[in-house]
Nanobody
Framework: QVHLVESGGDLVQSGGSLRLSCAAS????????MGWYRQAPGKQRELVAL???????NYADSVKGRLTISRDIVKNTVYLQMNSLKPEDTAVYYC??????????WGQGTQVTVSS
C-alpha cells in the first residue's frame, strides 16, 4: 500500500502558474509509475502526465508544453509544474502510483481552479 498526499491546489487567474506536489509514503524509485490525473465536474477522470521509474515522461496532448512532471527521489515527491493555465484546466487533480502486479493507488485530490 502506497499512501499519496497531494498539495498545491489553488485559485489562479488564466495565464498563471501553480506547482502541485505529491508526497509518497515510500521510495518513489521503487514505484513503477507515478503521475497525475484530473477530473472536471461532469467529466471522466483523465490522464495528465506520467513519469516512469526510469524517468520517461508522457503527457496528454492538451497539456504538452504547459505542464511538466518531475520528481525528487530524495524527498519521495512528484511535482506537476503548471504554466499558462487555462480555465479548462479547472479540475480536481489526483496523484497516481502503480507497480507491476499491485496498485494503482490514488491521493485524495487537490482542487485547481482557473478563472477567466
Amino acid at each position: 500500500q502506497v499512501h499519496l498526499v497531494e498539495s498545491g491546489g489553488d485559485l489562479v487567474q488564466s495565464g498563471g502558474s501553480l506547482r502541485l506536489s505529491c508526497a509518497a509514503s515510500e521510495s518513489i524509485f521503487s514505484i513503477y509509475a507515478m503521475g497525475w490525473y484530473r477530473q472536471a465536474p461532469g467529466k471522466q477522470r483523465e490522464l495528465v502526465a506520467l513519469i516512469s521509474r526510469g524517468g520517461a515522461t508522457n503527457y496528454a496532448d492538451s497539456v504538452k508544453g504547459r505542464l511538466t512532471i518531475s520528481r525528487d527521489i530524495v524527498k519521495n515527491t512528484v511535482y506537476l509544474q503548471m504554466n499558462s493555465l487555462k480555465p479548462e484546466d479547472t479540475a480536481v487533480y489526483y496523484c497516481y502510483a502503480s507497480n507491476v502486479g499491485s496498485g494503482p493507488w490514488w491521493g485524495q485530490g487537490t482542487q485547481v481552479t482557473v478563472s477567466s
